[in-house]
């Protein structure tokens, strides 16, 4: 089984804490832009930015995004 990332979960988590999207843009120091394209996944966070705003939202980085699993063809063991 292999996993691939979901859906951004940054939007429910930022609601979640009462923090706007402008808001966290000031507090991480990127555009409102920027923060918009990663809640409607036009981008994927790298792993370095996903870990910055896991330690501020005080999160898992594994919570940033929904994880679907991926079944593909069986692997000889």
């Not at 808001?23 to 832009?33: D, L, N, P, T």
């Not at 898992?60 to 063991?77: F, S």
Request: proline share 1%.
């Amino acid at each position: 089984m292999d996993v691939k990332i979901g859906r951004c979960r940054l939007r429910s988590l930022l609601r979640a804490r009462k923090i706007t999207q402008i808001r966290f843009a000031e507090i991480v120091g990127m555009s409102k832009q920027q923060i918009n394209d990663y809640v409607k996944n036009r981008v994927i966070m790298s792993i370095e930015t996903a870990m910055r705003f896991a330690i501020i939202l005080e999160c898992r980085i594994e919570d940033l995004y929904e994880w679907v699993e991926v079944y593909g063809p069986r692997r000889k063991g």
